[in-house]
């Protein structure tokens, strides 16, 4: 008896899981039959994941809106493609993650924002209001914190479109391998393997942190 509430509650969950997969199939089945209302609330369900993706690969809050931007106009032209053979949402992030592999690529002559900006009271750590807390009373511990942050950008500068992408995805979005694979169009093994090299570039340049 005393496993009968866990096994209800598994089943609960598993059932909201499915109601939430069935209802997203009738709001795209109705977006691709036309109705815009059907569209706009898949916007609303995926837009802050999709725009949380772009930045946190091109690290530009304009270049991200405007991924973001192309993305859901090619979701829009192309729904009427997608055939339910893989999730939405990994079609969607196929979608996101090659315009910002394409972008990355083309980008090797433009530097990115950088992570310190002069402002009228001098330099300014464009990461320093996302800071710990904890380490505000403790100059040691904010120079520390600092340090930190700028030789993770400095890794995820030196890391390919392909690994940052990876990389973000497990770590940021926390998605699994294989779905990572999917949304990359490879295997869990390439996957898999990407992320290594990417985690190893990583601890090499932290050093001392890890």
Known sequence: MSGEPEVAAVAGILRRDSERVQDEASLIRAAQGGDEQAFAQLVYTYDQAVLRLAFNLLRSQEDARDIYQEAFLRVHKNLHSFRFDCSFHTWLYRIVTNLCLDYLRKRKVRREEPAVVETEDGPKDRLEGVA????EGDPQR??????LRHRILKVLDDLTPRERAVFEMRHHQG???RAIGEVLGTTEEAAKNCLFRATQKMRTALGEFV
């Open 142 to 147: 904010r120079l520390m914190s600092a340090e």
């Open 132 to 135: 710990e807390s904890r380490a």
């Open 175 to 177: 998605m699994r391998l």
